[in-house]
């Protein structure tokens, strides 16, 4: 018994910091999107399904900015949270695209199942996260409007409010930054392989300070793209959404390699 455990800790990482990690070219970020538009055009009714979900969102959003403002730009931080779990779907269907499996909208929806209790953990340190922010914001427009103001989004613009937008925007960052960096491959990892939540996330973690400059280039261009898919309306993440998605797969089938065959789920 102690020879097949020597054994089988040989073949699998015995700590998060034994997963292994590939060196990442800068261009990699340009290549991940583009086989995630790939992998869009081989199945795009799903992922016209998954970018309507992200519009609808969107959306909701804008209803609830019209009554609470400093609680909606706060809960739109919920986006980077909901984000990764809304795209676990899209990951599935990258993973059967890449088996040569035909995708499955039902089988997308449901591919949180196997991995319930370690999404949950990991769900539950990314909403300790987003409360966090929430609080914060609200700190900061108690502090710099004297408590909560009425105002419209012209308003909050108006350039007597830079210093605002100017803490505002550094604290935001600091917190998406942060859920960027334990997320960023950790739900496709949990979804690929038999992982914890801890290792998930220290990898993702990893990646990110071991190649800062080629993620934050993915960082800033997944930043962009959704910032320019909410301009009209929120429609453009009818594309942008699955297509991030996707490519969010390819970026951890690309930066982290691959357990042993005998070890792969089925």
């Known amino acids: 018994m102690q020879d ?9 990482p015995s700590t998060p910091f034994d997963v292994e990690l590939r060196p990442l070219s800068i ?6 999107l583009a086989l995630g538009w790939h992998d869009f055009k081989r199945a795009p009714a799903i992922g016209l399904f998954y970018g309507a979900c992200f519009m609808a969102m969107g959306w909701a959003l804008l209803g609830v900015f019209e009554h609470a403002p400093a609680y909606t730009l706060a809960l739109s931080a919920g986006f980077l949270l909901m984000g990764p779990f809304m795209c676990l779907g899209l990951y ?7 088996r040569g499996e035909r995708p499955s909208l039902m089988r997308s929806l449901m591919a949180w199942d196997t991995r319930t209790a370690t999404l949950g953990i990991f769900g539950f340190v990314l909403l300790v996260l987003e409360m966090l922010w929430g609080r914060a914001s609200l ?5 710099s409007f004297d408590g909560m103001p009425n105002f419209t989004l012209a308003t909050l613009l108006d350039p007597e409010n830079l210093s605002f937008l100017a803490v505002y925007t ?9 859920i960027f960096a334990v997320s960023v491959v950790s739900i496709p990892m949990i979804l690929d ?5 801890i290792t998930a996330g220290l990898t993702s973690f990893r990646l990110v300070l071991s190649q800062p ?3 934050i280039l993915w960082g800033a261009l997944l930043t962009l793209l959704v910032v320019l898919a909410l301009l009209p309306g929120f429609a453009g993440l009818l594309l942008i959404g699955p ?3 996707h490519a969010t797969w390819h970026a951890y089938r690309t930066a982290v390699v691959p357990e042993p065959p005998e070890h792969q789920p089925s």
Request: aromatic share 6%; net charge neutral.
């Open 170 to 178: 550094a604290v935001g960052g600091v917190f998406a930054g942060l």
């Open 27 to 32: 261009g990699a970020p340009l290549q991940w």
């Open 139 to 143: 700190i900061i427009f108690a502090v």
């Open 193 to 197: 392989r038999q992982t914890d939540a």
């Open 213 to 215: 400059g080629v993620m």
């Open 243 to 245: 297509i991030t998605g």
């Open 4 to 12: 097949q455990g020597t054994q089988a800790g040989n073949n699998t």
């Open 92 to 98: 599935k269907v990258s993973q059967q695209l890449e």
